[in-house]
Each structure stands twice: as C-alpha cells, then as structure tokens.
C-alpha cells in the first residue's frame, strides 16, 4: 500500500476531527496555564497555596507532615504513570490484534475498515497515553527534587537561607504539580480519543465535551470557589 493509498483510508471528515482533537488538548492547556488576570484557574490557584505551604514549612517544627505530603504526591504519580504503561502495553498488543477489534466493531455495527484504520485510531490513543506517560514519570522525579530541596532547608527559621531554599522548593513542587496535571489532561483526552472508533462525529464529541468538563473543573467548580474564600477572620465568605 502506497503513502497515497494510506491518506485516502481517512476522509476529510476524520482528519478534521483529529485536528479539533489535538486543538482542544492544546487549547485547554493553554487555557489553564495561562488564565485571565481577574479569573484564575484552580492550576493557579493551588500554585499559590504550595507557595503558602512552602512558607508555613519554614516555622514548621517538626517538618514530618511536610515530608508526608511529598510522599503521598509521589505515590500518586507512580500510580498514574504504573497506570498509563499498563494501558500502553494492552494497546501495543492490541494493534497486533486488529482482526479481534474489526469482529467487534461489525457486532457493534460500527462498519469494517481495512486493519490500517483500526491501527492508527489504536496509535492516536497511544500517543497520549504515552505523553501521559512522560509526563507522570517527570513529575515524579520533580516531586524528589522538591523534597531534597525542603530537606536543604535549614532548621534554624533565622537562617538567611531559609526562605530562598523554601522559594526553590515550592517553584519545583508547583513545576512538578504543572507535569502532573498535564498527565492528566492527556489522559483525559486518551479517553475521547477512544470515541474514533465510533466515527470523526464520535471524535469531536467527545474532544468537546471533554475540554468542557475540563474548563468547568479549572474555572466553574465548587472547588475553585472554595480556594477563592478568604480566611473567616478577613470577614469575607464570598469568592472574589
């Protein structure tokens, strides 16, 4: 099969739908990653209290619950990035497998197609699972720079070093959480990449109604209005 005949396996309709796939994976991230001045995203806002956290830590004594949290992110990240190979490796076996997928999909009355079709729709779902991946795998390691970091801070609060080596911790805890959140979103898009199987119109449905949940959980959740209540000795209960 020639470069040529593999092009005319997808119509314009399925290209099109990957592309508002991949648009709105790149938009939604952008999106949260560089939110509107006067409405910040829960990414944003949770920044900041690691900033919070970083300070407190300095005057925290002993700092167990500050090392305990470190490792209970670690742990989370292990799980997802454990998670995400696993999900690679069943993909992987079930491109050599395509015969089995293309049975289900004429019982599913979803059309027979050539394996070619089956396999990139399978390689679609890879790649962001993969990134996923990576990413889950770097904020590991970013969330052991952060606690080597803490450890370096001294214990003495009047130290001149104390502060600057607390700032450093939290810029790597909120690039490390900045990885994290990234692994996820590309999970999630895993996810309504699988809708492809259904059709492009499947695809694009799911591409938007996942930015959708994805907006609404960063910008419009009962979390973010949580984050936005000032302390109730600030005499204000009401989100900014």
């Known amino acids: 099969m020639t470069l040529t005949d593999r ?6 309709l399925d290209y099109s739908a990957v ?5 709105c994976w790149i938009w939604i991230g952008w999106r949260i990653e560089h939110p509107a001045p006067g409405k910040p995203s829960v990414s944003a806002l949770m920044a900041e209290f690691r900033r919070d956290w970083m300070r407190q830590m300095v005057t925290r004594q002993p700092r167990v619950f500050d090392a305990q949290l470190v490792s209970i992110m670690r742990q989370g ?10 999900a690679v ?26 394996a070619l079709v089956w396999e990139i729709k399978i390689l679609i779902v890879l790649l962001f699972l993969s990134n996923a991946f990576l990413k889950f795998v770097w904020a590991n390691r970013l969330f052991g720079y952060c ?4 450890a370096a801070v001294p214990n003495d609060p009047e130290d001149p070093r104390c502060f600057p080596r607390a700032s450093q911790a939290a810029d790597i805890n909120i690039t490390a ?15 309504a990449s699988v ?5 492009p119109l499947a695809l694009v449905a799911a591409a938007v109604v996942t930015t959708v949940i994805l907006y609404r959980r960063e910008f419009a ?6 984050m936005l209540r000032l302390p109730a000795d600030s005499g204000s209960h009401t989100p900014s």
């Open 177 to 191: 959480a900045r990885s994290f959140n990234k692994g996820l979103r590309a999970t999630y898009f895993a996810l």
């Open 147 to 150: 606690a080597v970091l803490m």
């Open 77 to 86: 990240t292990s799980f997802f990035a454990s998670t995400a190979v696993i």
């Open 19 to 23: 592309a508002v796939l991949i648009c």
């Open 221 to 226: 959740s009962h979390s973010r209005e949580v």
């Open 89 to 114: 490796g069943g993909g992987l076996a079930l491109i050599g497998n395509t015969d089995r997928l293309a049975g289900v999909a004429d019982d599913l009355a979803l059309g027979a197609a050539p």
């Open 195 to 199: 809708a492809w199987f259904a059709g």
């Open 7 to 12: 092009i005319l396996v997808f119509s314009i």
